[in-house]
Nanobody
């Protein structure tokens, strides 16, 4: 059974940092591209950052320079380091694996508020 389990969300003040983790099981992790998405209330889900199986990264313009995506294939985990957080970063964050099949995690809430 495939599982993607996100963790690390929470409440943080503007300008603060959080690191999200997504632990995968049931897939050959190193073969999958991984992505972080987010969905704010009333908005569509959007891609935040992605990392290919080879380690190539891409970012949404809104987070470029503030967020960093990385992966540890030995731990079957992908990370999203989020710095200089803004109110508009508030959303539920999801990880997705893309390979022969696509899988989604259940999401973790990130709230940026003073």
């Amino acid at each position: 059974q495939v599982q993607l389990v996100e963790s690390g969300g929470g409440l943080v003040q503007p300008g603060g940092s959080l690191r999200l983790s997504c632990a995968a099981s049931g897939i050959i992790f190193r073969l999958y591209a991984m992505g972080w998405y987010r969905q704010a209330p009333g908005k569509q889900r959007e891609l935040v950052a992605g990392i290919s199986s080879g380690g190539r990264t891409n970012y949404a313009d809104s987070v470029e320079g503030r967020f960093t995506v990385s992966r540890d294939n030995a731990k079957k985990t992908v990370y999203l380091q989020m710095n200089s957080l803004k109110d508009e970063d508030t959303a539920v964050y999801y990880c997705k694996s893309t390979g022969p099949y696509e899988y989604w995690g259940q999401g973790t809430q990130v709230t940026v508020s003073s």
